[in-house]
């Protein structure tokens, strides 16, 4: 956790009229925001000619998005790699999640989906969970999918959500789901349309895989619910 709270990291794609509103992260009970607006440059094109000719758009284009918080820090970025971009800038600002914005135009913060995997980087997201949502009213669903007879999924949750409850979350907006199935990205990919937020830990080792690793990419491919993706900077 950055001192004194959460960063949210928030991208944003400028190169056209934006589509989607500002988004969950204006609900979020979040310390800091970077507003990170990316525009992507095609293959082969130059970058300078690219900002040259689209810098003011776009700049106007960020400048309009990230009025809906509350004293965000803006980058502006023409980029051939949306995802390193969003690794490095992730790192530069210390960020501690990252969000996805998805395609369901939520609006309102009510139903939260937390999809844990064993102890991977679990206290680590339920502090952000607890820092983010303490002050609202959102319920929040911790859930793990077991993937054979051995997983400690039980424990694992309960634990977690007397975590959650020690980080200032009201016990009763809290509950827990076990559910056992080979394949646990279909599983949350199933379930995720029930919740208006779904929270993701990265794991891979590297920045770039642990934003975008194997299960956050394959969850937020498959939904079209907003995501946050935990970072795990201790790794």
Avoid: K
Wanted: glycine share 8%; hydrophobic share 40%; net charge negative.
């Amino acid at each position: 956790m950055t001192p004194g709270g959460t960063t949210v990291l928030v991208p944003v794609d400028v190169s056209d009229e934006l589509s989607v509103g500002p988004s969950v992260a204006a609900a979020l009970d979040a310390s800091a925001v970077v507003v990170l607006g990316y525009y992507p440059v095609p293959e082969q094109a130059a970058p300078a000619q690219i900002r040259s000719e689209n810098e003011t758009a776009a700049d106007s284009r960020l400048s309009a998005f990230a009025e809906h918080f509350d004293d965000p820090t803006t980058v502006l970025v023409f980029t051939g790699d949306r995802d390193e971009t969003v690794a490095r800038v992730a790192r530069e600002h210390d960020c501690d999640v990252v969000l996805t914005p998805g395609t369901a135009g939520v609006e309102r913060v009510e139903r939260v989906l937390v999809a844990l995997r064993g102890q991977t980087n679990l206290d680590r997201i339920v502090s952000v969970v607890g820092e983010l949502f303490r002050e609202t009213e959102a319920g929040i669903t911790l859930f793990h999918a077991a993937t054979d007879d051995s997983d400690l999924g039980e424990f694992v949750l309960r634990g977690a959500a007397d975590r959650l409850t020690e980080a200032g979350v009201d016990r009763d907006r809290a509950d827990w789901r076990l559910a056992s199935a080979d394949d646990p990205v279909t599983e949350i990919a199933e379930i995720a349309g029930g919740y208006d937020l779904v929270v993701l830990g990265e794991s891979e080792p590297s920045l770039r895989q642990r934003i975008f690793g194997t299960v956050p990419e394959d969850v937020t491919e498959r939904i079209d619910r907003p995501a946050l993706v935990v970072r795990n900077v201790e790794t």
